[in-house]
């Protein structure tokens, strides 16, 4: 099976200043194909937090559930070589 996602492993670094600030560290990409071969689901998995902050070390958020949507359909186009 050609792959269906491109992931980059890509950590998020902020410091107590920084805490509301969101982390998008847009981890998967779907890629895009021309086969009718259905959607495909994986799973982006996370690694626990790194902190010197006992509170927040080793927590580790749930992994995350994704569907690259296939946006193909099978067919057949059929078209006339002249009009009329
Ligand atoms: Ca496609
Ligand atoms: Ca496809």
Do not use: H, Q
């Not at 847009?26 to 626990?48: H, L």
């Amino acid at each position: 099976m050609p792959r269906k996602a491109r992931s980059v492993r890509r950590a998020c670094t902020f410091t107590s200043v920084e805490l509301n600030t969101a982390c998008r560290p847009s981890p998967s990409t779907g890629v895009d194909d021309a086969p009718d071969d259905g959607d495909v689901a994986y799973s982006i998995v996370t690694a626990a937090a790194t902190s010197a902050d006992v509170i927040y070390n080793g927590i580790n958020a749930a992994d995350v559930a994704v569907t690259n949507i296939d946006n193909d359909a099978a067919g057949i186009t059929v078209s006339a070589d002249r009009p009329g």
